[in-house]
């Protein structure tokens, strides 16, 4: 039998653990999990704190949020980064959005979170919305505030994106409306041995609104890079 691949994933803003529930346990004994947040203000403490407390080399997961703090950590410690996955990645350096989200979650954390769980996941996907609410509560506004500043103060990476030569999967929904596929694509480009996938039917969260695709889609990307010759 295989060695479980130590594997670290990071959750979207205002989201847990239960954003990755379903995939892990689709995953089963392929990968041994690890699921670590550090909702801080500024991305390089994050990235600090998770390498501090990550295995010695994993691969590694993040969407949304969590993909952009998973592109910091492999470019501050690729040798570490054996693989990996991002989802709903929109790695463009933001327009001005990031505090007024910050703000609103501290002012008015009910009616940022409602207006949140409107465009994340489709509006069709009740048992998606409801898992997001309910993630977000358990978070904290406070929590997500940090994210959201951090997200907002991120370095511009794109000239850089071409030293991560660990192999890597981008998985884009094709109803994203905050990381379009397009996103996915041009991140996909940028990287020397990254493939990009569209899932369909699916919108910013994949984990949650088509959990079995998106595993089976790692499952076989972790096959085939296990094939790979190391660069």
């Avoid at 954003?19 to 689709?26: P, W």
């Avoid at 703000?103 to 008015?108: I, K, N, Q, S």
């Amino acid at each position: 039998m295989s060695p479980r691949l130590p594997t670290v994933f990071l959750p979207a803003l205002l989201c847990d653990e239960m954003m990755y529930r379903d995939v892990i346990a689709a995953l089963g004994e392929a990968i041994e999990p690890q699921i670590l947040m550090s909702p801080q203000a500024r991305l390089s403490d994050s990235v600090a704190d998770i390498l501090a407390r990550a295995p010695r080399t994993f691969a590694l997961v993040g969407t949304s949020y969590g993909a952009n703090l998973a592109l910091a950590i492999a470019l501050a410690a690729p040798e570490r980064v054996s693989a990996l996955w991002l989802m709903g990645c929109n790695a463009s350096v933001p327009a001005a959005g990031g505090p007024d989200l910050a703000a609103g979650l501290e002012a008015t954390p009910e009616a940022i979170i409602d207006f949140l769980a409107g465009i994340v996941v489709r509006p069709t996907d009740h048992a998606a919305t409801a898992a997001f609410k309910a993630m977000a509560h358990r978070v904290g506004a406070a929590a997500g505030a940090a994210q959201a500043r951090a997200l907002a103060s991120r370095d511009d990476i794109w000239s850089r994106l071409g030293e991560l030569r660990m192999p890597a999967l981008i998985l884009s929904g094709d109803e994203d409306p905050i990381a379009p596929p397009a996103c996915g694509q041009q991140l996909a480009q940028a990287m020397p041995r990254a493939r990009f996938e569209l899932l369909s039917q699916c919108g910013h969260l994949p984990s949650l609104e088509q959990p079995k695709q998106a595993a089976a889609s790692f499952h076989a990307f972790l096959g085939e890079a296990a094939m790979q010759p190391a660069r």
